[in-house]
């Protein structure tokens, strides 16, 4: 078996090295295969007050942070590949990453460099981002960063959140693919990508991944809504007054988190473990699952409504008091 093992690499790597020499005596110039050259960092700072931020991305990582002094900036890295269009205009910040590769061989079997894209966001700014591969992560201070609005979206990249606060403001425009969202909401979505939020104090919060995980740690809002399809959804210290955490096939686990009005939890292939505050009766509850559980079917109780909701999982749900 080693033995059709290495006669099976060799052959591979023959196979590579003659397929080289063919593309060499053919005429054919790797250089095209080339990363676009030595990536080059700009700055752009804002020269009014921006109270808008819509970012574009295609592959490199978005860094949000706080601004020091109110003003915004954009810090991006570009080469002969990729470089970035900022505009400014009437406190509407926007940066759109444009491709310059064209049709090259290259652009399919080259190997790119990404930089980091960096912004640094006033107090109080409607933020609008959307990459396809790269990761995002939004931070605030130690006292948390306000924004109005901020919707944070990647096709194939983590998402996380830590330390920010969405206030109220000003009536602000947002873009159509944000869709119907509220002074004050934050919504992060990965289709192929976990998300983590820590340490936020918003209206609405909104995490949907469809083969990630989604943790949330230290979240006060009005209403949470989560949703991982394939992935785990792990929660604590959730304070709210909705909450819904939607999976289909893994668990769904908590600790230390208390609902005011409602608390949904249902996934088609896992179970539902965690405690909740108070006791048994002080919840309407709802539960269904063919195996092991601990909630009743129906309990007509006194204030919260629970829903817990599985097919092919335990429920274990118990009460602090």
């Known amino acids: 078996m080693k033995k059709t093992v290495k006669v099976a690499v060799a052959l591979l790597i023959a196979g590579v090295v003659l397929a ?58 570009e080469n002969e590949a990729f470089c970035y269009d900022i505009t400014e205009e009437d406190g509407v910040l926007r940066v759109e990453k444009r491709d310059l590769r064209g049709g090259t061989l290259g652009m399919y079997f080259g190997f790119w460099q990404e930089g980091t894209l960096t912004v640094e966001a006033p107090s109080g700014t409607l933020l609008d981002v959307e990459t396809d591969s790269g990761d995002i992560r939004m931070t605030g201070d130690a006292e948390g960063l306000t924004y109005s609005i901020a919707s944070l979206r990647s096709d194939n990249g983590d998402v996380y959140v830590e330390n920010v606060r969405a206030g109220e403001g000003e009536s602000l425009e947002t873009s159509d693919a944000m869709g119907d969202v509220q002074l004050g909401d934050i919504t992060v979505e990965t289709d192929n990508g976990n998300i983590a939020v820590e340490g936020a104090q918003v209206r609405g919060l909104s995490a949907m991944t469809a083969n990630g995980a989604v943790t949330l740690r230290d979240v006060r809002a009005e209403v949470v809504f989560a949703s991982a399809r394939n992935d785990a959804i792990r929660m604590e210290d959730v304070a709210t007054g909705a909450l819904t955490a939607s999976t289909e096939n893994d668990d769904i686990l908590f600790s230390g988190v208390e609902a005011a009005e409602s608390l949904s939890l249902q996934t088609d292939n896992g179970d539902i473990r965690g405690e909740l505050p108070g006791q048994m009766r002080d919840y309407h509850i709802q539960s269904e699952t063919d195996y092991d559980n601990s909630l009743p079917t129906l309990l007509d109780g006194e204030g919260i409504f629970l829903r817990a909701v599985t097919n092919n999982g335990d429920i274990d749900v118990t009460f602090a008091e």
């Open 20 to 77: 080289l020499a063919g593309f060499a005596m053919a005429g054919f110039d790797f250089g095209n295969l080339n990363t676009g050259g030595a990536l080059v960092e700009r700055t752009f700072e804002s020269e009014g007050d921006v109270t808008k931020v819509f970012v574009a991305e295609q592959g490199a990582n978005v860094e949000i942070v706080p601004s020091a002094d109110g003003r915004a900036r954009v810090t991006c890295a």
